[in-house]
C-alpha cells in the first residue's frame, strides 16, 4: 500500500490527542485514563514523526510492557505507513531493547559471543547450589528462604542497588543472607556467562553510566522516545530512558497512575512525580474521554478511584450514553455465587443474543477459577483461562530449549544440569555433586570442568566416559549449527536422543506424551519461521535469545478467535475490554486481598479495582458470597468495603431490586422474539 493510501485521519483524533501527537520540543507526559486511546496516540505520533517532522525512522523508538503490546503496536503502524517509510523503527519492549543494546556491546561489558539469558527456574537452581554451601540441610525453612532471596535480589536489581550496595541497606536475616547470595549469584552468571531477566535492563544502565561514548552513540540512534505504560516502569527503567533521552528530552511517554498495579514486581508509580521534578519544561496532557465504557460505569469508577491520593488530577468522561447500571449480586454461598454468574450469562446469550466472548470472569487471585470452570464445564459453557501456564514452562520444551543453549554456549550451567541426564543417561547425583564442587574450585563451567584430568582423578572411571561420551556429542552438534539451518539442527537434536520414546516412557499415558511431543514439534516448526523471516534471528543463538524473551503462547491466534467466556485475574485484564464484565469474590480479605492491608497496599488494590471495573464496555456485575467454606468449616464473609464507595445511584443491589409489570412484559417479549428468531434460523 503507497503512502498516498495510508494517511493521518486527523477526525480519528479528538482536540487532545491531536496535540499529544503534534508535541515537540520539550518532554511530554501524556496522562491517558482508562479507554482514552493512548495506543492510537502513540502510533499516530510515530506516523506524524516520521511524514510531517520528517524523521528518518530509526531514529524513533517505542518502548513497552509486553510482547503482545508490543506486537500490537506494531501492527497499528504498519496500518498506517508503508514499509519504506517504516523501515528501521523500534517497537519493542524493555527487555528486548536491553537485549538488542547487550548483544551489540558486550565485549565492553565483558561478555562473550554466544551468552544465555537464563529465566526464573534456572535463577531458582542456581540460587539453591549456592544456599546448600551455607547450609547443613535443606529443609522446608530453607527452601522458603530461597524463594525469599530470590524475589528479594530481583527488587533490587529493578531498584538499581548492586551487591555490594546490598549488604548496606540490608536488614534483617533473609535480606543479609540474600546479600551474600547475591553477590555469588551474580559471580556464577558471570562465569556461566549468562545474565538473568532482570539483567536485561541493569547491564545496559551500567554500562551508559560508566561509558559516555556508546550512551552518547544510542543517544544519537534513538533520538525520539515514547514509553507506554509509564507508571509500570521501575527505579532501572526509568533511569535507563533518561540517560537514552539525554539533553535532548525529546521524550513522550503515556501514563496513568490509577491503573498502577504491579508494585510487586518493582513498578513505582511515583516516577511520574519523578519526571516534573526531573524535567521542568514538560508538558501534561490529560485524556479523559473515554472510549470503551458507558457513563455509570466511569462515573463509579470515578468514585471509587477519587478515595486515592492523585498526583495529578483527572475525570473520565464518556459520550457513549448512560447504560445500563452495575448490577451487584450478594450471594449465600460461593456454589450459589457461580450459579448466579452463570445465570447472567446465560440470560444475557438468550435475551441480548451475546456470544461468550463478549464476556469476562474476573478475579483477585487465580485459585477463584476451579469451582468457576467445574460449573462451567457441568453446564456446557465454553471457557478459556488466561495467564495460564506458560508454553516454555513446560517440561519438554525447557528441555529442548535447554539443549540449544548448551550447544550456542557451553558455560550455560543450568543448561548442563537440565540435560545432562535428560534422557537417563546413568550420571549419577554424586558425579555432578563433586563435578559442581570442582568446578567452584576452579572457576570453570561445569561442562569444561568435566573434561579436566583433575576431576577425572575424584570420580570413577564409567562416570568419565559417560561425560565424555555427552560432552563430545554437543561439541559435535555446536560445530553443526555452523552449517545446518536452525531448525535442520532441533531436527537432529530430537531424534538423536530418541526423545518422543523418551516422551513415551515417562508421560502416564500415551495421549500426553503425543501432546508434549506436538510441543516439541511447534519448537522446530517455529525455529523454521524464525530463520526464514530472518530480521536478526538467522542464526541458533539469535534465536534462543528470541525465543528466551517471549513470555506466554500468546501466538495461538485460534485460542483468541474462539466463542468462550474468558476467565482471568484482575492483573490479567488489564489493556483489555468486553462488553459484559463480572467481577467475583469482591469480599473482604479477598478485594482488597488479606495481604496488602498495610502500608500503601490498600491503595494499590483500590486500583485493582479501578481497572476491572474499566474493563466492562456495557454492563458490569460485581458478586460476592455471604459464607465461603474455608477448612471444612463454613466462615462468614464480609462485602468488600470498596462496594461502600460506588456511588449508589448507579447500582442494582439484586436483593432489592423491585421489577415493574412494564419491565416483565418487556424481558418477556425480548425472550419470544430471540425464540422465534433462533427457532427461525
Not at 482514552?36 to 499516530?44: A, E, L, M, P
Not at 541497606?169 to 533473609?174: K, L, N, Q, R, V
Not at 575424584?458 to 552438534?477: D, G, H
Amino acid at each position: 500500500m503507497s503512502s498516498q493510501n495510508k494517511t493521518l485521519s486527523r477526525p480519528q483524533l479528538n482536540p487532545q490527542q491531536q496535540a499529544a501527537v503534534e508535541h515537540m520540543g520539550s518532554p511530554l507526559l501524556v496522562l491517558a485514563g482508562a479507554g482514552s486511546g493512548k495506543t492510537r496516540v502513540i502510533t499516530q505520533k510515530i506516523a506524524w514523526l516520521i511524514r510531517q517532522a520528517a524523521i528518518d525512522a530509526k531514529h524513533i523508538a517505542a518502548i513497552t510492557f509486553t510482547n503482545k503490546a508490543a506486537r500490537e503496536m506494531k501492527q497499528r503502524v504498519s496500518d498506517l505507513l508503508d514499509a519504506e517509510e517504516g523501515r528501521g523503527l523500534t517497537v519493542s519492549t524493555f527487555h528486548t531493547l536491553g537485549l538488542n543494546i547487550i548483544r551489540r556491546e558486550y565485549k565492553t561489558l565483558g561478555y562473550k559471543a554466544g551468552f544465555s539469558i537464563f529465566d526464573a527456574q534456572d535463577t531458582t537452581t542456581i540460587l539453591k547450589e549456592l544456599a546448600f554451601n551455607e547450609v547443613a540441610a535443606e529443609n522446608e525453612t530453607e527452601q522458603k528462604n530461597d524463594d525469599d532471596a530470590k524475589w528479594i535480589i530481583s527488587r533490587w536489581k529493578n531498584d538499581f542497588i548492586t551487591p555490594e550496595q546490598s549488604f548496606d541497606i540490608a536488614t534483617t536475616p533473609h535480606e543479609i543472607r540474600a546479600a551474600k547470595l547475591y553477590r555469588s549469584y551474580q559471580r556464577q552468571l558471570k562465569a556461566y556467562n549468562a545474565i538473568d531477566f532482570d539483567d536485561l535492563i541493569l547491564l545496559p544502565l551500567q554500562l551508559f553510566q560508566n561509558h559516555p561514548e556508546i550512551l552518547k552513540k544510542w543517544q544519537n540512534k534513538l533520538r525520539y522516545l515514547m514509553v507506554d505504560e509509564y507508571q509500570d516502569t521501575n527505579t532501572c527503567q526509568y533511569q535507563l530512558i533518561k540517560l537514552l533521552a539525554g539533553a535532548r528530552k525529546e521524550l513522550t511517554v503515556v501514563g496513568d497512575d490509577d491503573q498502577s498495579i504491579y508494585a510487586w514486581r518493582g513498578a513505582r508509580p511515583e516516577n511520574l512525580v519523578q519526571l516534573q521534578q526531573d524535567y521542568p519544561t514538560l508538558n501534561v496532557i490529560k485524556l479523559e474521554q473515554n472510549y470503551r465504557s458507558t457513563s455509570r460505569i466511569l462515573q463509579s469508577a470515578n468514585t471509587l478511584i477519587a478515595n486515592n491520593p492523585h498526583l495529578i488530577e483527572k475525570n473520565l468522561w464518556s459520550a457513549l450514553g448512560e447504560g445500563e447500571k452495575i448490577k451487584i449480586m450478594p450471594c449465600r454461598s460461593a456454589e450459589h455465587e457461580i450459579e448466579s454468574v452463570i445465570g447472567e450469562i446465560m440470560k444475557y446469550t438468550f435475551r441480548d443474543r451475546a456470544e461468550y466472548k463478549d464476556m469476562a470472569i474476573l478475579y483477585r487471585s487465580n485459585h477463584q477459577s476451579r469451582l468457576f470452570e467445574r460449573y462451567l464445564r457441568e453446564n456446557n459453557i465454553p471457557y478459556k483461562v488466561s495467564g495460564g501456564t506458560s508454553f516454555f514452562a513446560r517440561a519438554e520444551v525447557k528441555d529442548i530449549l535447554s539443549y540449544l543453549r548448551l550447544i550456542g554456549n557451553s558455560a550455560d550451567d543450568a543448561a548442563f544440569l537440565r540435560v545432562v541426564n535428560t534422557p537417563k543417561r546413568s550420571i549419577g547425583a554424586s558425579t555432578l555433586e563433586k563435578l559442581g564442587e570442582y568446578s567452584n574450585e576452579r572457576h570453570i563451567s561445569l561442562f569444561m570442568a568435566s573434561q579436566e584430568m583433575g576431576f577425572a582423578q575424584r570420580v570413577s572411571k564409567k562416570a568419565v566416559k559417560r561425560l565424555e561420551q555427552f560432552t563430545w556429542w554437543i561439541r559435535e552438534l555446536a560445530q553443526a549449527s555452523l552449517e545446518l539451518a536452525p531448525h535442520e539442527l532441533v531436527q537432529r537434536l530430537v531424534t538423536e536422543i530418541a526423545y518422543e520414546d523418551w516422551l513415551l516412557n515417562t508421560s502416564a499415558s500415551q495421549k500426553m506424551a503425543e501432546q508434549r511431543m506436538e510441543n516439541v514439534n511447534e519448537i522446530i516448526d517455529w525455529t523454521r519461521r524464525l530463520y526464514d523471516d530472518g530480521d536478526g534471528k538467522e542464526s541458533l543463538s539469535e534465536i534462543i535469545s528470541h525465543m528466551s524473551l517471549m513470555d506466554l503462547l500468546e501466538r495461538n491466534q485460534e485460542e483468541e478467535d474462539t466463542n468462550a467466556i474468558s476467565l482471568m485475574t484482575m492483573h490479567t485484564a488489564k489493556g483489555l475490554e468486553f462488553p459484559y464484565v463480572f467481577i467475583v469474590g469482591a469480599e473482604e480479605d479477598i478485594l482488597p486481598h488479606a495481604n496488602s492491608l498495610e502500608d500503601d497496599g490498600l491503595e494499590e488494590e483500590r486500583r485493582l479495582a479501578y481497572v476491572a471495573i474499566t474493563r466492562a464496555q456495557q454492563q458490569l456485575t460485581i458478586s460476592f458470597a455471604k459464607t465461603r467454606n474455608r477448612f471444612g468449616e463454613k466462615t462468614p464473609c464480609e462485602p468488600s468495603r470498596f462496594l461502600e464507595e460506588l456511588p449508589e445511584e448507579h447500582l442494582e443491589w439484586t436483593d432489592k431490586a423491585v421489577v415493574s409489570q412494564e419491565q416483565l412484559q418487556e424481558t418477556a417479549q425480548s425472550y419470544i422474539s430471540n425464540l422465534q428468531s433462533m427457532l427461525e434460523n
